[in-house]
């Protein structure tokens, strides 16, 4: 399984919701990445959790919180969110050893109104 | 910024031509990395060239690395439409334990 899954595949929510992304991935790799990307823009670095502990965060607001209950599953739960948090987020995973070669998961499609 | 400049930043040729684009980056790096992102979707690794080699191929695909330049070159040669997509470079930067990607280029091929 050479997979990383991501739920939902689209979100709308109002500035005042609490909602949750989900990232799942089954390849045993041990470090698990989110990023937020803009229409014609790279990807951009939020978190980097690294055998389940935090390593990277890359001055993230705190309306988005990660978690990373085991070391197949990634959430982003978000709250209180802007309109200019729209945007497509991105999960990734990479194994050790490997160069950071990352498997993307086909993003979550967040529209906040 | 420690991004990359890909160029050119969009480019449109027919199917059956060949597709050159260009990545320069800042930093001293261990490896450099290639994606491809269809449009609203996930990016998918395409290839990886360590900072000790100079070119790398895969099926059609052929990359060069030039360390004193801080650049990179993607060849994708005999094109097809399926190939339509947004092209990233990514560095894993020495000491940095992350990816940092360029701007990107937005390939069309025309049938």
């Known amino acids: 399984d050479t997979e990383v899954t991501q739920t939902p595949k689209h979100l709308v929510m109002g500035m005042t919701n609490k909602k949750s992304l989900k990232c799942e991935q089954h390849?045993?790799?041990?470090?698990m990445y989110w990023y937020k990307q803009k229409a014609k823009k790279p990807p951009e670095l939020m978190f980097v959790?690294?055998?389940?502990?935090?390593?990277i965060n890359e001055s993230v607001p705190s309306r988005f919180s990660p978690e990373c209950p085991n070391s197949s599953l990634l959430n982003l739960h978000l709250h209180a969110l802007q309109p200019e948090d729209s945007a497509l987020y991105l999960c990734a995973s990479s194994a050790p050893g490997r160069g950071l070669e990352q498997y993307f998961g086909p993003g979550t499609r967040l529209t906040v109104t | 910024s420690q991004q990359g400049e890909e160029d050119p930043q969009a480019l449109s040729i027919q199917e059956g031509e060949n597709a050159t684009m260009n990545c320069s980056y800042k930093t001293s790096i261990n490896n450099l990395q290639w994606y491809r992102q269809n449009s609203g979707r996930g990016l998918v690794h395409l290839i990886l060239?360590?900072?000790?080699?100079r070119e790398k191929h895969s099926g059609r695909l052929r990359v060069t690395l030039d360390t004193s330049k801080k650049s990179s070159s993607l060849l994708i040669t005999a094109s097809r439409a399926a190939d339509t997509a947004s092209y990233f470079c990514a560095t894993d930067a020495t000491g940095a334990q992350k990816l940092v990607f360029g701007q990107g280029t937005r390939l069309t091929i025309n049938p």
């Open positions: 060239i360590r900072s000790n080699e």
């Open positions: 959790y690294s055998y389940e502990k935090l390593s």
């Open positions: 390849m045993g790799h041990r470090a």
